[in-house]
């Protein structure tokens, strides 16, 4: 019997922000840090939760950091580049529109895409979450929520990842706050499993977050 997953409101509304940054930003295909901002900008109880743990983990300063690329400035500053001159923040740059500058054109959302990166965290998050409730460590649940989306830009080798990093936000301390929610009050937050392997349920997954996409 095939399983049918759905995904529930606040899974749709994440993934209508991240499209809406990816937007903004002029981006050609969805990535993590996209997805981060969406998570930031469609807030629910979830994300007040992680924001409660890390109140450094705001919208502003997360797109600040994508514009600036400031998860390379680490790589920069090693081959003695000046970053601070080289990463000067977008809005810098923009400012230059009322001085004789033309406008840009209006933006399209990115089609249907996403980057490699973000493509390979959410099959391992997706992947790991359904063993932790295969397990029992953490309670079924009958939707796919915005918590694999959370679990997803969390894992090491993303993009967010790097940008939490950047802007001084503990990956590790997110990721336990949003197991924690998902285990429930009074409950202890299992431990995130290191690798994954690929099943029907990262298919699954892809396919709602291919709809999702579009739909936005």
């Known amino acids: 019997m095939t399983r049918v997953l759905v995904y529930d409101d606040s899974f749709a509304a994440v993934m209508a922000a991240s499209q809406e940054q990816a937007t903004r930003l002029g981006a050609d295909a969805y990535g993590s840090e996209h997805v981060l901002l969406g998570l930031l900008t469609a807030a629910g109880p979830l994300t007040e939760q992680v924001v409660r743990v890390e109140p450094g983990l705001e919208v502003q300063v997360v797109r600040s950091a994508v514009e600036r690329s400031a998860d390379d400035a680490v790589h920069l500053q090693r081959l003695g580049i000046d970053t601070e001159r080289l990463l000067a923040p977008a809005s810098e740059a923009?400012?230059?529109v009322g001085e004789g500058r033309a406008p840009s054109r209006a933006r399209r959302p990115p089609r249907n895409r996403h980057t490699p990166e973000w493509q390979q965290a959410l099959n391992s998050a997706s992947v790991k979450l359904s063993r932790l409730h295969e397990s029992g460590a953490l309670p079924r649940r009958?939707?796919?929520?915005?918590?694999v989306l959370w679990l997803a830009v969390l894992e090491p080798g993303t993009r967010a990842h790097r940008l939490l990093a950047a802007v001084d936000v503990d990956a590790e301390r997110v990721r336990v706050a949003v197991l924690s929610a998902l285990a429930g009050a009074g409950a202890v937050a299992p431990a995130w499993p290191e690798q994954a392997r690929a099943g029907l349920l990262?298919?699954?997954v892809q396919g709602l977050l291919a709809r999702a996409n579009t739909a936005g």
């Open 142 to 147: 009958r939707k796919v929520t915005s918590a």
């Open 202 to 204: 990262t298919r699954l």
């Open 94 to 96: 923009a400012a230059g």
